[in-house]
């Protein structure tokens, strides 16, 4: 039989076993912390302002501005786009004399001098997309002019039209930026 010393001593060996085992959990805990956060820096997705990346990268981005009129002239639509290799950017307005517009971003490829993309913008109150395809030419960009499905009655780029629709290019600092 133990004697009331013995389980003491014991008792307070356990504790003694426990804090140890605590203390060394939570300094792992603490350096792991730490170090992922070191290695949270190192990664490309990582956003902290104080971070800078060892590799230089450079920006070889093309921004185009462009413009048309319809309507007696009364009518504009703006397009603007950041184009970087196959992939392209913009924003996409389409303004309507006495009516309401369309106003959004699109976002797309590029193969060759076509450009397909997708217009997300927002038109009395609601959102909504629109696959939109332009043809680049000189200093104009072309668009196929889009038709109602009769399905669904929804607008769609009408694939088999010519590219009738014309934007002349602008100052891109000219361009109402939102």
């Known amino acids: 039989m ?3 010393i013995s389980i003491r001593l014991i008792y307070i060996q356990m504790k003694r076993t426990i804090a140890s085992v605590l203390i060394t959990v939570a300094a792992c805990l603490l350096l792991n ?3 992922q956060q070191e290695q949270r820096k190192k990664h490309a997705n990582w956003v902290d302002t104080a971070f800078k990346s060892d590799t230089a990268v450079q920006d070889t981005s093309q921004e185009l501005c462009f413009m048309g009129l319809s309507g007696n002239n009364k009518d504009s ?4 786009l950041s184009i970087l290799g196959d992939k392209i950017v913009g924003k996409h307005s389409w303004v309507p004399f006495e009516k309401d517009g369309r106003t959004g971003s699109i976002a797309g490829t590029k193969k060759g001098d076509t450009l397909d993309v997708v217009w997300e913008f927002m038109q009395e109150g609601m959102k909504d997309t629109l696959r939109t395809v332009f043809l680049l030419k000189g200093e ?3 668009q196929k ?9 929804r607008q769609i780029t009408d694939d088999k039209s010519a590219f009738t629709i014309i ?5 891109c600092d000219t361009t109402h930026k939102k």
Request: overall charge positive; some cysteine; glycine content about 4%.
């Open 167 to 171: 934007y002349n290019k602008i100052n």
């Open 145 to 153: 002019p889009f038709s109602v499905d009769p399905k669904n009655g």
């Open 2 to 4: 133990l004697s009331n």
């Open 77 to 80: 639509s703006f397009v603007s």
């Open 140 to 142: 104009q960009l072309k």
């Open 33 to 35: 912390a730490c170090n």
